[in-house]
């Protein structure tokens, strides 16, 4: 798996740091989402995927 940010779409939210802190952070300078884990374990698969699905502007996604 390999989790992708789309910056034009990104607000900062910083829910996908809440749901998956290991493989998401939250860059104060650029007030954007920064992947920790650019290819997360598959454990990580279902809090990586709550992450994808509550980002309010729908900039993360997953690709197999």
């Known amino acids: 798996m390999r989790v992708t940010a789309d910056y034009d779409l990104c607000q900062g939210?910083?829910?996908?740091?809440?749901?998956?802190?290991?493989?998401?952070?939250?860059?104060?300078?650029?007030?954007?989402?920064?992947?920790?884990?650019?290819?997360?374990?598959e454990s990580r698969r279902s809090e990586v995927a709550a992450a994808v699905k509550y980002c309010p502007t729908m900039a993360l996604a997953i690709d197999d």
Do not use: S
């Not at 829910?15 to 290819?39: G, S, W």
């Open 13 to 41: 939210h910083a829910m996908c740091q809440v749901e998956a802190p290991e493989v998401f952070d939250y860059d104060k300078d650029t007030n954007q989402v920064r992947i920790l884990d650019e290819h997360p374990d």
